[in-house]
């Protein structure tokens, strides 16, 4: 297949190729992550490396990441922007892979929280993270200088939903703590931007979901309604004015956590 795009190196041991799957859910596409040595100048066919989430089932993509030496294949969580192209890089590179859902999982084992992985001559630990799914992991890749790669928990611009009820806000606001308390890092998303500290977008998104429940109450009471009456679509407007019509799902899941975080309709 010719003219494979290649990955860029965002910095020492990391390249980032991004899928060509734009849409308001995945925002410029989906981030594909290779993990290697640091010591390493250059990311060349022969160098060996962790691949994080191999994205999409999009050939171009799947076949440029395949060109790589890739060792072993993580995964964030079970949307199919993040594992459709599982079986097919599988196939092309018969590297294991491994997620929380053993059906994700090809010739490898589920993760345990915390363990530490030794792969193509890094450490990468797994940090259970459920929220926007129950099943979400980020990971870190460790070294003196260590990196942060989040998934769709923490996103490079905007926010991310909540699959309730797969995902909860309680767990979600959990995971974001146990995200701060841990030491600041690069942190590299799913979808949108890298940043250069962690803490400030995680200390913007816990805030964030401070002010949508303080919104969601002050919709509650402007319309007088409690307990099992009330429903997303009561709030929608209320609470998400002017929102595009192709986000009202989403929207209306994220809501639907919110209720139940506050104890209404769970």
């Given at each position: 297949m ?7 190196i965002?910095a020492?041991?990391?390249g ?15 981030n594909?992550y290779l993990?290697f040595?640091p ?9 060996p490396?962790?691949?994080i989430?191999?994205?999409?089932d999009?050939?171009?993509?799947l076949?440029?990441?395949?060109a790589?030496?890739?060792q072993?294949?993580l995964?964030t ?13 599988h ?16 010739e490898?084992?589920?993760?345990e ?12 630990q797994?940090?259970?993270t ?6 979400s ?28 009820p797969?995902?909860t ?18 942190l590299?998303?799913?979808h ?8 400030p977008?995680?200390?913007?998104y ?6 949508r ?13 409690a ?8 709030l929608?407007e ?9 986000l ?8 639907e956590?919110?209720l139940?975080?506050l104890g209404?309709n769970?």
């Amino acid at each position: 297949m010719a003219h494979l795009p290649l990955p860029t190196i965002i910095a020492p041991g990391v390249g980032l190729l991004r899928a060509e799957n734009p849409s308001e859910m995945t925002l410029d596409g989906t981030n594909s992550y290779l993990l290697f040595d640091p010591a390493c100048t250059e990311l060349t066919a022969r160098t060996p490396a962790v691949l994080i989430d191999p994205g999409p089932d999009l050939q171009a993509h799947l076949h440029a990441l395949a060109a790589f030496d890739i060792q072993l294949v993580l995964i964030t969580h079970r949307h199919a922007d993040h594992t459709g192209g599982i079986d097919t890089l599988h196939r092309l590179t018969g590297a294991p892979v491994r997620a929380r859902l053993e059906e994700h999982c090809r010739e490898a084992e589920i993760f345990e929280d915390l363990e530490v992985i030794e792969a193509a001559g890094i450490e990468v630990q797994v940090v259970f993270t459920p929220g926007h799914t129950s099943d979400s992991v980020c990971f870190i890749r460790r070294g003196e200088t260590s990196h942060l790669f989040t998934g769709d928990t923490v996103l490079g611009r905007g926010t991310t939903i909540l699959e309730h009820p797969d995902g909860t806000l309680a767990d979600y606001l959990a995971s974001l703590q146990r995200l701060l308390a841990m030491p600041d890092m690069a942190l590299h998303p799913a979808h949108g931007e890298q940043h250069e500290v962690s803490h400030p977008l995680l200390q913007t998104y816990l805030a964030h979901r401070e002010s949508r429940l303080d919104q969601v109450r002050v919709a509650l009471d402007k319309l007088g309604k409690a307990g099992a009456d009330v429903q997303p679509a009561h709030l929608l407007e209320l609470v998400y004015p002017g929102l595009d019509a192709r986000l009202a799902g989403a929207a209306s899941r994220s809501l639907e956590a919110q209720l139940h975080y506050l104890g209404l309709n769970p």
